[in-house]
């Protein structure tokens, strides 16, 4: 069974703070790892998506990397509007409706 | 550019009354669709998805049940809701082509029940 551990639970940090974000997980083959950030009340908006152990994307003050085993996304300088949470999903290579594993999120918090 | 309604955003409904949560994208053709239940301290549990007009997969058995009457069109239903039914339902879309494209997500219906 597909399993996502994201941690920690949830992180405060000071505006300009740099921090990483774990994402831990167990697949039958990866097709895709994809990130999410979550507003209160809204759905899950797009972030990245990682393929393959040692890809990395960005954009603005994030950046996700991908081993074997786990993804962390790097947050550099944060700012007061990067709060959200944060979801972590992967893709199996197996299963032809694309269903998408998700961990619990990371509640990010920054203070300005 | 392609985009994703869900209504309503908030719902409360008594124990055992019907249900019915609708989605619609725009701007895409034959999309595959999806509908999740997020509750607290939980992450994203897919309920169902389409990958055509009448063509529904379960994922977990439960008491809601979903429709797709057209192309675009995704429904969530339930004939008599639980107070277990309760929490935050999403529905998702997914472009045709390369399976690994990332699913894009309406925001949501809070459903609460009494």
Do not use: M
């Amino acid at each position: 069974e597909d399993q996502v551990t994201q941690s920690p639970e949830a992180l405060r940090l000071q505006e300009g703070e740099s921090s990483s974000l774990n994402c831990s997980y167990t697949v039958s083959g990866l097709r895709g790892l994809f990130w999410y950030r979550q507003d209160p009340g809204k759905g899950p908006e797009f972030l990245f998506t990682l393929y393959s152990a040692g890809e990395e994307k960005e954009k603005e003050r994030l950046k996700a990397t991908l081993t074997k085993k786990e993804s962390f996304l790097h947050i550099t300088a944060p700012k007061p509007e990067d709060s959200a949470t944060y979801l972590c999903a992967v893709q199996a290579l197996t299963g032809a409706n694309s269903k998408l594993t998700f961990g619990k999120g990371i509640t990010l918090s920054v203070r300005p | 550019s392609q985009t994703i309604h869900q209504w309503p955003a908030t719902l409360v409904q008594p124990v055992g009354s019907p249900l019915s949560l609708e989605c619609t994208v725009e701007g895409t053709s034959n999309p595959n669709l999806y509908w999740y239940r997020q509750a607290a301290g939980r992450g994203l549990q897919l309920l169902f998805y389409s990958v055509g007009i009448g063509q529904i997969s379960s994922e977990v058995p439960q008491n809601l049940s979903a429709s797709r009457p057209q192309d675009r069109q995704f429904i969530l239903s339930s004939k008599k809701l639980l107070l277990s039914d309760s929490g935050f339902y999403l529905c998702a879309w997914r472009g045709q082509g390369a399976i690994n494209q990332p699913q894009h997500f309406g925001d949501g219906t809070r459903l609460s029940i009494l």
